[in-house]
């Protein structure tokens, strides 16, 4: 019995063609993008006529490229098509090039175009153009034809959704997955994925320029980070003064859904007025910060996930009351970067502001803790969270959160401090 993505592409393999001669250019270049490899680049400089019509181009040696601004950032790795240009009676909306690096998990490419159809429709009218289409698999609302390189080979391999290749395992994906309301548009990209070096972008990516390729880089290490100076000097230590010497937590979250997550331990560490906190999810995951009262972050680094670099705050503006008046807004806005910097990387600004709530007794907070905690209600992006400051230590500590639709209250199963 035949499946019904098999169904779809045969009964529509079956129909005459309706191509007209302008419609070819892009036929083809689709059709070679479909292989994930350089013959799409190859293609757009044959068709290069037809296509500057419609995008900007580069061009080097024999390859050319639909340019955008910044495959590395999320704002400037697309371009709109001009002129509605359809392909087998889709639209095409747009054309992306992305690229991320996540340590670890591997780095990732994704290439391709926004068409202004579901997924179902797009494997449907676009199959004759897809090379190797009886390996397009239907996983979900999505479609996927992946592979994984063997040696000098690209061996065919089912789905995996959800795992990471990491850095010791490369595969190549075509993907149809479903974008916007109601997944009314479809991202048709294709993915290089986990171990890419440079003689494998030399190979199947003739528009990455040679500045652009993967370099081992020496671990960075989260205290040879400096702070610059005058993100120090914002920084007001008479309202935000730890006075404790170390201080351990360990907390359960409880999901509003009666889910609790697995136990995390934090440890401070006090040093000139700042906190060095560690966050420990596993033996294989934590987090280091630098902040002040656990409120503002000036670095931060992911240990088991990630590249291995530091965010660092660059710049800070900040507004803190004068003392812990009932209704007042302490603010800070930051500017972060990467550390060490790499080709494309753009700064990042977050907005912090905790609007200071009523005062109540640090005990409710844990037993063990004196004198009394003030409730900061906080936002930071799309993440909220309700903090008790504990007026006795000069440290904050998370009660709820909120991201997004996921809303889980902490507990705190044991604490204890020096001073």
Same mark, same amino acid.
């Given at each position: 019995m035949r499946s019904p993505l098999c169904a779809a592409i045969c009964a529509f393999a079956l129909l005459p063609s309706f191509a007209h001669a302008d419609d070819r250019p892009l036929e083809d270049t689709f059709a070679a993008f479909s292989r994930c490899d350089a013959q799409f680049f190859s293609s757009l400089?044959?068709?290069?006529?037809?296509?500057?019509?419609?995008?900007?181009?580069?061009?080097?040696?024999?390859?050319?490229?639909?340019?955008?601004?910044?495959?590395? !950032?999320?704002?400037?790795?697309?371009?709109?098509?001009?002129?509605?240009?359809?392909?087998?009676? &889709?639209?095409?909306?747009?054309?992306? =090039?992305?690229?991320?690096? &996540?340590?670890?998990?591997?780095?990732?490419?994704?290439?391709?175009?926004?068409?202004?159809? +579901?997924?179902?429709?797009?494997?449907?009218?676009? !199959?004759?153009?897809?090379?190797?289409?009886?390996?397009?698999?239907?996983?979900?609302?999505?479609?996927?034809?992946?592979?994984?390189?063997?040696?000098?080979?690209?061996?065919?391999?089912?789905?995996? !959704?959800?795992?990471?290749?990491?850095? !010791?395992?490369?595969?190549?994906?075509?993907?149809?997955?479903?974008?916007?309301?109601?997944?009314?548009?479809?991202?048709? +990209?294709?993915?290089?994925?986990?171990?890419?070096?440079? /003689?494998?972008?030399?190979?199947?990516?003739?528009?990455?320029?040679?500045?652009?390729?993967?370099?081992?880089?020496?671990?960075?290490?989260? =205290?040879?980070?400096?702070?610059?100076?005058?993100? &120090?000097? /914002?920084?007001?230590?008479?309202? &935000?003064?730890?006075?404790?010497?170390?201080?351990?937590?360990?907390?359960?979250?409880?999901?509003?859904?009666?889910?609790?997550?697995?136990?995390?331990?934090?440890?401070?560490?006090?040093?000139?007025?700042?906190?060095?906190?560690?966050?420990?999810y596993s033996d294989k995951f934590w987090v280091d910060r630098l902040t002040q009262a656990n409120l503002i972050q000036l670095k931060s680094k992911m240990n088991g996930v990630g590249d291995g670099r530091v965010l660092l705050t660059q710049s800070l503006e900040s507004s803190l009351p004068l003392g812990w008046i009932l209704g007042r807004t302490l603010k800070a806005n930051l500017v972060m970067e990467e550390f060490p910097a790499k080709p494309g990387d753009e700064p990042s600004e977050s907005e912090l502001s905790c609007k200071i709530g009523q005062r109540f007794p640090a005990r409710e907070v844990f037993a063990s803790l004196a004198g009394d905690a003030i409730r900061l209600e906080c936002i930071q992006g799309n993440y909220r969270t309700t903090r008790a400051y504990i007026e006795d230590l000069g440290v904050a500590l998370d009660l709820e959160s909120t991201s997004g639709s996921t809303h889980q209250k902490n507990e705190i199963a044991s604490l204890e401090f020096s001073r």
């Open positions: 400089q044959a068709n290069a006529d037809a296509w500057r019509s419609l995008a900007p181009l580069g061009h080097s040696g024999r390859a050319a490229w639909i340019a955008v601004g910044n495959r590395a !950032s999320s704002t400037a790795n697309s371009v709109d098509l001009k002129n509605s240009p359809t392909l087998a009676g &889709l639209k095409l909306l747009s054309y992306f =090039d992305e690229s991320s690096d &996540l340590g670890t998990l591997g780095r990732y490419l994704y290439w391709g175009f926004m068409v202004d159809a +579901s997924p179902d429709r797009v494997a449907q009218q676009l !199959s004759p153009l897809i090379a190797d289409r009886e390996r397009l698999q239907q996983d979900g609302p999505a479609y996927v034809r992946s592979e994984v390189k063997a040696g000098d080979r690209w061996l065919a391999v089912r789905t995996q !959704s959800g795992s990471a290749p990491g850095t !010791s395992r490369l595969e190549r994906v075509l993907l149809l997955e479903p974008e916007g309301p109601r997944g009314a548009q479809t991202r048709v +990209s294709c993915s290089l994925q986990g171990a890419i070096d440079g /003689e494998l972008l030399a190979e199947l990516r003739p528009d990455i320029p040679l500045a652009e390729y993967p370099r081992p880089t020496a671990p960075t290490q989260f =205290d040879d980070v400096a702070v610059p100076p005058t993100v &120090l000097k /914002e920084l007001d230590a008479s309202l &935000l003064q730890p006075r404790f010497k170390s201080l351990t937590y360990t907390f359960q979250s409880l999901k509003d859904n009666g889910e609790r997550t697995t136990p995390v331990t934090i440890r401070f560490e006090a040093k000139d007025g700042l906190l060095r906190k560690t966050e420990i």
